[in-house]
């Protein structure tokens, strides 16, 4: 059997002190989909933070083997350039730098790491023109400084063109969905469904049922009070939508680990 | 540090008196002994004005400087600290002693000097030099200077030393200077005014428009003219002229004071371009040493529709003080300021400008970049003062400051003074921090924190660097990486 690209084992984390993560454990393989899903302060997003490796994340316990690697040991630009790509939910503004140079430094970064010659200018403008299709991202948007002014659902696209750029192993995608209205939760959801590939493996975290509709997950997590409290298929899905979480919050946490 | 034996410099500025001055540098063991000890006193300022074969009206304006100086007090109003300075400790002149003192080869240098022009890619013939290393490293230059003076002598350019200017050009010398900055003016100016050691002349005729950038760099003995350098550029009706001083690399010097005068004077329709790269020594990352940079830079657009821009970046020295300004005297003039500034570990840098509008329809316009690092303290002082003729004058300002980390400080004094009603005047003012969020998110792209830092700045300064002539904006971009490194993380 081929190496797994994530195993997350008995992983703990804690923000400020507080215990967040208490032991999750994920297997992803190349080409799956996972969605992670859970109420509020379940830990979803301090997985997806954990993984990429932000500042104020303290890990206390566990391990990650990224492609066989230990990826808690790598800095943030060293996970990204071996493939790992978040999504942020809260994509942040950085004035006076334009996306397209702010993304051709990204690009570039991540393929000289790949040891693939770097793109000039005109080589990169092509690649910006066919990967802006995927998310019908407006040329204009590519111009401006990263993010600022841009509305919700333009910060949301650019991140799904950012990931179509840089070409990841693994995406995690961070409540993608949140702040979005139907249309652009449709062309969201699109591109990264144009972006599933059997090299590709995705951590979709969300609130809602609502998105998965739209990008149908291979599995199903759900995080509860720091632990996977419920793996299954999609279908899992309709069932929380159904009976919502509560239901799971009763189960004794060890016997729906065991996926 | 003129490098030039004084005395050579009455054959007149002939090239072969270049030539001479360059292969000079390597073996000047002979002059040593006409160091001066240190301290300041009339005697001195005689002793340096002989030594310069300087006129008399020269000796009796350095003299007047003096003794204005002797009834002047050292300013505090600015938001520096640094220990007092003792005048009496100061060797006034000393040309071979930074040659006696300096390093035999790029082997006794500071590796983390060269270390810096590498990153700078700064050619290796020319680190050499600005190590300051006791040995020719630049035989081309004498061949580059010599070819531009050439060029530069065809349309009616001059551009020489200041002490070569003493003596070849004095009336002209004697019209203009202390015409912008009066030995009187400040402290530091009158200093300087006393004890000046050499620096730029600069003369662009009628109706000429200099065909070329000029800069510093291509004047043999740049790299030394030292602790109290003097500049006076006079550009005649309908000329132009953009220049250049400084360099991106770090220079070193022993001297710890630095009191430098650039006079501007624009006539009708003319304009001048000055453009400063400053990185004299900062001090170390604790604030131990570095260099004390009091400057007084001044232009004075006399005609109508004249125009005078500064552009700075200021990384270098650890206590910037100076604030290039324009007094806009003709109708219709025109003055300009974009600065970017860094304080970076224990640095402090207090600087902005004056913009006097005197004449009808006067416009100005400033902006300020300041970054502040570390635990570097960032000022920006600037004034706009619109006097009671100056009929429809205009002034638009913006003065941002960037912080990075939490224990340096952005500061802002502008003053505005506004004696006429049809004015127009704009201030806009922003304070911002590169946020570990945004910093994060470089990284979660492949973008290493340093680079991350870097972008962000140089995003930041661009309206400022585009003023700058092409090459130097890069290199002043890259300075800019350098010279906040490790600002991060």
Redesign the interface.
């Known amino acids: 059997m081929t190496q797994p690209l994530l195993e997350i084992q008995n992983l703990h984390a804690s923000v400020a002190g507080n215990e967040i993560l208490r032991g999750v454990a994920l297997t992803v393989n190349a080409g799956e989909v996972h969605a992670v899903m859970g109420p509020n302060g379940s830990g979803k997003s301090t997985l997806a933070h954990v993984l990429?490796?932000?500042?104020?994340y303290e890990v206390t316990a566990g391990k990650v083997l990224y492609k066989g690697q230990d990826l808690l040991a790598m800095?943030?630009?060293l996970?990204?350039?071996e493939g790992v790509?978040?999504a942020?939910q809260y994509?942040?503004e950085?004035?006076?730098?334009?996306n397209v140079?702010?993304?051709k430094?990204?690009v570039n970064?991540?393929r000289k790491?790949r040891g693939l010659p770097e793109y000039d200018a005109m080589e990169f403008l092509a690649l910006v023109k066919q990967k802006a299709k995927i998310v019908e991202i407006d040329e204009d948007l590519v111009k401006r400084?990263?993010n600022e002014g841009f509305s919700g659902g333009e910060k949301k696209r650019n991140e799904i063109f950012?990931m179509a750029l840089?070409d990841p192993s693994l995406a995690i995608l961070d409540e993608t969905d949140s702040g979005l209205d139907i249309d652009a939760l449709r062309v969201v959801a699109g591109g990264v469904n144009q972006l599933r590939s059997p090299e590709r493996s995705m951590i979709v975290v969300t609130h809602y049922q609502r998105l998965l509709n739209y990008i149908v997950p291979d599995f199903l997590h759900v995080l509860i009070d720091g632990r996977i409290a419920r793996s299954g298929g999609k279908e899992l899905a309709l069932e929380l939508e159904d009976k919502g979480y509560a239901w799971l919050e009763k189960e004794p946490p060890a016997v729906a680990a065991a996926r | 540090m003129p490098t030039q034996n004084p005395s050579a410099s009455t054959e007149s500025a002939s090239i072969l008196e270049l030539t001479d001055r360059e292969y000079k540098a390597g073996f000047v063991t002979d002059i040593e002994s006409e160091t001066i000890p240190a301290g300041l006193s009339e005697d001195v300022v005689r002793l340096i004005s002989a030594k310069k074969n300087e006129p008399d009206w020269m000796l009796e304006w350095r003299l007047k400087a003096y003794r204005h100086w002797l009834t002047m007090k050292e300013p505090t109003w600015q938001n520096v600290h640094y220990p007092k300075i003792d005048y009496q400790s100061i060797v006034y002149y000393s040309a071979p002693k930074t040659r006696k003192d300096a390093p035999k080869s790029l082997e006794e240098v500071d590796p983390k000097l060269l270390e810096t022009y590498e990153k700078l890619g700064i050619p290796l013939r020319e680190r050499a030099k600005l190590a300051g290393v006791a040995v020719d490293a630049v035989f081309d230059s004498v061949s580059v200077a010599t070819t531009f003076r050439e060029q530069l002598a065809k349309v009616g350019v001059l551009f020489c030393s200041f002490s070569e200017a003493v003596q070849n050009h004095p009336d002209l010398v004697k019209k203009y200077l202390g015409s912008v900055v009066p030995y009187s003016d400040n402290y530091f100016a009158t200093l300087n005014s006393a004890v000046f050691s050499d620096g730029s002349f600069c003369f662009i005729p009628k109706g000429v428009r200099c065909p070329m950038e000029l800069s510093t760099y291509f004047r043999i003995n740049s790299a030394n003219t030292g602790q109290f350098e003097r500049t006076l550029i006079v550009a005649e009706e309908g000329s132009y002229v953009s220049y250049l001083e400084g360099c991106t690399a770090p220079i070193r010097d022993e001297n710890q004071l630095h009191a430098a005068v650039v006079e501007l004077v624009a006539l009708d329709d003319a304009e001048i371009k000055y453009s400063t790269v400053q990185n004299w020594y900062p001090g170390d990352k604790d604030g131990k040493g570095g260099i004390y940079n009091f400057v007084t830079k001044r232009g004075a657009c006399r005609g109508r529709s004249s125009k005078i821009s500064w552009t700075q970046v200021e990384t270098g020295s650890s206590i910037t003080w100076k604030y290039p300004s324009c007094i806009l005297q003709g109708d219709n003039s025109v003055g300009e300021f974009y600065s970017v500034a860094v304080a970076n570990n224990y640095q402090q840098a207090d600087t902005g400008t004056k913009m006097i509008h005197i004449g009808k329809n006067t416009k100005s316009t400033i902006v300020s970049k300041g970054i502040s690092a570390g635990h570097g303290q960032n000022t920006y002082r600037g004034m706009v003062k619109i006097l009671g003729k100056a009929d429809g004058a205009r002034n638009y300002s913006q003065c941002d400051s960037l912080l990075i980390g939490d224990r340096c400080g952005a500061h802002t004094f502008p003053y505005i003074e506004v004696g006429n009603s049809t004015a127009q005047m704009e201030h806009e003012a922003s304070t911002s921090k590169i946020g570990e969020d945004q910093v994060f998110y470089f990284q979660q792209r492949g973008i290493s924190p340093e680079e991350a830092v870097n972008m962000i700045v140089n995003g930041f300064c661009k309206v400022v660097f585009k003023e700058l002539p092409m090459e130097f904006a890069v290199e002043a971009q890259k300075l800019l990486g350098v010279s906040l490194e490790g600002s991060v993380g």
Do not use: K
Request: glycine share 10%.
């Open positions: 990429a490796g932000r500042p104020g800095t943030p630009e996970r990204a350039r790509f978040l942020f994509p942040v950085i004035p006076g730098v334009s140079y702010f993304l430094a990204a970064a991540v790491h400084p990263v950012q840089l």
